[in-house]
Nanobody, 127 residues
Framework: QVQLVESGGGLVQAGDSLRLVCAAS????????MGWFRQAPGKEREFVAA????????AYADSVKGRFTISRDNVKNTVYLQMNSLKPEDTAVYYC????????????????????WGQGTQVTVSS
C-alpha cells in the first residue's frame, strides 16, 4: 500500500520561504514520477510542479515558475517543494502525488496521471 505523507506547511508572511516534504512508502519510489498540486478554498485543484522518476525532468505551473523548485531524493524516498517569494495567492492545501505508471520520462501536470495522493499540508501566506 502506497503512503504519501506531507509536512512543512505553515503560516508565513508574503516574501517568506517554506519547504514542503513528502515521504513515500509502499513501492519502489525511484521508479515513479512525483507531483505537487494545491487546492485553495472554493477553487479547483491545480498543478504546481512535477518531477520525473530520474529527477532529470521537471515541470512547473506558470504561476510558480522561478519561485518554486521541486526535487527528490531517491535514497530517502522523499520529494521536496522549495517555495520562495511566497505570495498570498499561494495559500492552499498542498498535496503530493505519485504517478500511476513507472518510468515515465515526461513530468506531467494532469492529475489523472497520478494514482496516489497524500493528505495535504496547509500553507497560508499573509500579506
Amino acid at each position: 500500500q502506497v503512503q504519501l505523507v506531507e509536512s512543512g506547511g505553515g503560516l508565513v508572511q508574503a516574501g517568506d520561504s517554506l519547504r514542503l516534504v513528502c515521504a513515500a512508502s509502499g513501492r519502489t519510489f525511484s521508479a515513479y514520477g512525483m507531483g505537487w498540486f494545491r487546492q485553495a478554498p472554493g477553487k479547483e485543484r491545480e498543478f504546481v510542479a512535477a518531477i520525473n522518476w530520474s529527477a532529470i525532468g521537471t515541470a512547473y505551473a506558470d504561476s510558480v515558475k522561478g519561485r518554486f523548485t521541486i526535487s527528490r531524493d531517491n535514497v530517502k524516498n522523499t520529494v521536496y517543494l522549495q517555495m520562495n517569494s511566497l505570495k498570498p495567492e499561494d495559500t492552499a492545501v498542498y498535496y503530493c502525488a505519485q504517478r500511476r505508471n513507472p518510468r515515465n520520462w515526461a513530468p506531467r501536470g494532469d492529475p489523472d496521471e497520478y494514482a496516489y495522493w497524500g493528505q495535504g499540508t496547509q500553507v497560508t501566506v499573509s500579506s
